[in-house]
């Protein structure tokens, strides 16, 4: 896990019935967000898909990515992805601010061009937060078994 920080073990008890390259791919995403923004809140939720939120406090508005954990599949979510340059045209969707990538491999995130998505993704948040310095690390399990 990136910089020490483990999964819930509630979280884990849902992510443990995936299949074991899905979760392996989703660890791997989870440690590159964590380690583009290291004082993330992460939120963990049971929506449609298993979900992590990440987010630079507690409130919504400052959310800047979600990593949905689909059946077969897992999509890396930019909160306000319609507003980032895209040049290589690798955000999907038609809603008015999110837009996703598809995450199949370490390839799909692992280059240059998804990592300047998400360094203005996150951004993004900062600018207009209300937040003036950065917290820690910070998990919110809304999960109950």
Not at 40 to 50: F, G, I, M, N, Q
Not at 76 to 92: E, H, Q, R
């Amino acid at each position: 896990m990136s910089l020490g920080q483990e999964l819930h073990t509630d979280f884990l008890y849902y992510l443990k019935h995936k299949n074991q390259d899905l979760i392996d791919l989703y660890l791997q995403l989870r440690d590159y967000i964590l380690e583009a923004y290291p004082n993330a809140t992460e939120l963990l939720y049971p929506t449609h898909a298993l979900t992590s939120v990440y987010s630079l406090s507690e409130k919504l508005g400052d959310i800047f990515c979600v990593i949905p954990i689909y059946t077969n599949h897992l999509n890396l979510g930019l909160n306000k992805g319609t507003l980032l340059s895209d040049p290589k045209y690798l955000l999907k969707g038609t809603g008015k601010l999110i837009r996703h990538t598809p995450i199949t491999s370490t390839k799909s995130f692992d280059n240059d061009a998804l990592k300047g998505l998400v360094k203005e993704a996150i951004i993004l948040p900062q600018n207009e937060s209300k937040h003036s310095k950065p917290i820690d690390f910070k998990m919110i399990l809304k999960i109950k078994r």
